[in-house]
C-alpha cells in the first residue's frame, strides 16, 4: 500500500512561470490537504479537498494560487505567474472519509525554487 | 481560532540525557493533539496522537506525551534520546471529532551529540 506520493520532488521554476505539484493520496483516501512550509518556518495549511469539492480554503492566496482534486486522478496545486517568494517546500496529506480524520498520513513534499 | 505554542526552537542535548519539547495550545473547542517528526529533506511522520482516554500516550521509539487540560499543553518526552532521534518536532492540534485541518507550531529542532 503505497503512501502519500507527492511529484515532482523538486521543482525550479523561473519568475512568471507556472508551477504544478501533484499528490496522488493514500489507497481508499478521499480527503487531501495542501500545507507549505517556509524555511525555517512550520507548516501552514492552504486548502483542504474531498473529490470535486472545496472545503476549506482559508490558507490559500487570494491570487495566483488554485487547487483541484478532480473524480480521476491526482490532486493538483497550481501557482500561477510564481515569484521569488512562492520558494517553500508544500506538503500533501490525505485521510480516509471518516468523519473525525484522526490522523493525516503526508507525502514527501514538493520544494520548488522560484529564480 | 486555533493556535499551538513551541517556545522552544532549538533543543541541544547530549545522547542519553533526558528530553522534554514543550507544546501549549489554544482552542475553544475538544481538540486532537498529536506530535509529528521531520527528519531532513523528508516528510512529516506521526509520532504520537491524543484523541480521548489516558491522558499519557506513547510511541514504539520510546517518546510519550502527556495531556494536561488545565495547562493545556502537551510536552513530548523521552527519558534518553538517541543520535537518531535529531530532527524536527512539530506539535499540531486540530478539532475533534470533524474532518478538518491540523493547526502546527512552528518546530523544535532537537540537536543531539555524543
Known amino acids: 500500500n503505497a503512501g502519500v506520493m507527492q511529484n515532482p520532488r523538486h521543482l525550479v521554476r523561473r519568475r512568471g512561470q507556472e508551477a504544478r505539484l501533484r499528490c496522488s493520496p493514500m489507497?481508499?483516501?478521499?480527503?487531501v490537504y495542501w500545507y507549505r512550509q517556509l524555511p525555517e518556518e512550520g507548516l501552514k495549511f492552504m486548502v483542504y479537498?474531498?473529490?470535486?469539492?472545496?472545503?476549506?480554503e482559508s490558507g490559500m492566496p487570494k491570487e495566483r494560487f488554485s487547487a483541484e482534486f478532480p473524480k480521476e486522478g491526482p490532486s493538483i496545486l497550481r501557482i500561477q505567474q510564481v515569484v521569488r517568494g512562492d520558494s517553500a517546500a508544500y506538503f500533501c496529506a490525505s485521510s480516509p472519509p471518516s468523519q473525525s480524520n484522526t490522523e493525516a498520513f503526508f507525502g514527501q513534499g514538493t520544494r520548488l525554487t522560484v529564480v | 481560532a486555533q493556535s499551538v505554542t513551541q517556545l522552544d526552537s532549538q533543543v541541544p542535548v547530549f545522547e542519553e540525557a533526558p528530553v522534554e519539547l514543550r507544546c501549549n495550545y489554544s482552542?475553544?473547542?475538544?481538540?486532537?493533539l498529536f506530535w509529528y517528526v521531520q527528519y531532513p529533506n523528508q516528510g512529516l511522520q506521526l509520532l504520537l496522537k491524543y484523541l480521548s482516554g489516558s491522558t499519557l500516550v506513547e510511541s514504539i521509539n520510546g517518546f510519550e506525551a502527556e495531556f494536561n487540560k488545565s495547562q493545556t499543553s502537551f510536552h513530548l518526552r523521552k527519558p534518553s534520546v538517541h543520535i537518531s532521534d535529531t530532527a524536527e518536532y512539530f506539535c499540531a492540534v486540530k478539532d475533534a471529532g470533524t474532518a478538518s485541518k491540523l493547526t502546527f507550531g512552528t518546530g523544535t529542532r532537537l540537536q543531539v551529540t555524543l
Open positions: 479537498l474531498q473529490k470535486e469539492n472545496i472545503i476549506d
Open positions: 482552542s475553544s473547542v475538544s481538540v486532537y
Open positions: 489507497k481508499g483516501h478521499s480527503h
